[in-house]
């Protein structure tokens, strides 16, 4: 589970990266592919965990807002470095910001 909160920021739902969570407290950088509006994108950031606080409550709820219950046990808040083109063709793999 992912949402943005800015132009700049996303949350990621902490609910079982025990593994992932373990690497990135041990290197705070993040690449990850997400895909929206039928095109996939490569986001870059630094991360930081937030288990307290508004980020962290909204977390909570929308882990638990269907019918299937998740954990919600943290906030990854990305800050947004670089955003790639990430879906094939002319441009792929394009710095987009």
């Given at each position: 589970m992912?949402?943005?909160?800015?132009?700049?920021?996303?949350?990621?739902?902490?609910?079982?990266l025990?593994k992932?969570?373990?690497?990135?407290?041990?290197?705070?950088?993040?690449?990850i592919?997400?895909?929206?509006?039928?095109?996939?994108?490569?986001?870059?950031?630094?991360?930081?965990?937030?288990?307290?606080?508004?980020?962290?409550?909204?977390v909570?709820?929308?882990?638990?807002?269907?019918?299937?219950?998740?954990?919600?046990?943290?906030?990854?808040v990305?800050?947004?470095?670089?955003?790639?083109?990430?879906?094939?063709?002319?441009?792929?793999?394009?710095?987009?910001?």
């Open positions: 992912w949402f943005w909160v800015d132009d700049e920021t996303l949350f990621i739902s902490d609910n079982y025990n992932t969570r373990r690497n990135l407290e041990e290197n705070p950088q993040i690449a592919n997400g895909w929206a509006d039928g095109k996939s994108y490569q986001i870059k950031g630094k991360v930081h965990f937030e288990t307290s606080g508004p980020l962290a409550e909204k909570k709820e929308i882990a638990n807002r269907g019918k299937r219950k998740f954990p919600g046990k943290a906030a990854v990305v800050k947004i470095e670089e955003l790639f083109k990430g879906s094939g063709g002319q441009g792929a793999g394009d710095k987009l910001s």
